[in-house]
C-alpha cells in the first residue's frame, strides 16, 4: 500500500510534480491525464491521501460529494458538454493503477462506446 510520502498524486499535490491543473481548492485538486484514452480526460483526486474508493468510509461523504459535484463543470470547461463518462477504478481487480483514488472524467466529441466490453 502507498503512503503520501511515495504516492504520485501526492507529490502532485506538493508540487513536486508538475501536473497540468484545471481546479484547485482546499480539498481536491483536478488535473489533465498524461495518457488520455479520449480528448476529455480529467483526474480529480483529493489532497487528502485515501489510497482507494475500498478505504473510504462515511467520514469521506462530504469529499466525496464534492468531488462528483465538481464533475458537470470540469467536463463541461474542458469541452465535454455534450455528455461524459465517471470512472473510479478500485483495487486490483477494479484495475487501479495508481493508489490514490481517483475520478476519471472521459468525454469528447465521440461516442464513448459500451462501458465494458462484452
Do not use: W
Not at 485538486?29 to 480529480?44: C, E, R, S, T
Not at 475500498?54 to 464534492?66: I, M, N, S
Not at 486490483?92 to 469528447?108: A, F, K, N
Amino acid at each position: 500500500m502507498s503512503s503520501p510520502d511515495d504516492c504520485i498524486f501526492c507529490k502532485i499535490i506538493r508540487g513536486e510534480i508538475p501536473a497540468g491543473k484545471v481546479y484547485e481548492d482546499d480539498d481536491v485538486l483536478a488535473f489533465l491525464d498524461i495518457k488520455p484514452v479520449a480528448p476529455v480526460h480529467v483526474l480529480v483526486i483529493p489532497k487528502k491521501h485515501i489510497a482507494s474508493l475500498t478505504q473510504v468510509d462515511k467520514t469521506d461523504a462530504l469529499l466525496l460529494g464534492k468531488m462528483l459535484a465538481l464533475a458537470p463543470a470540469l467536463a463541461v470547461a474542458q469541452g465535454a458538454d455534450d455528455g461524459f463518462r465517471i470512472i473510479i477504478n478500485a483495487g486490483r481487480v477494479g484495475m487501479q493503477e495508481v493508489p490514490h483514488l481517483h475520478i476519471h472524467i472521459i468525454g469528447g466529441s465521440h461516442p464513448l462506446g459500451p462501458m465494458l466490453a462484452r
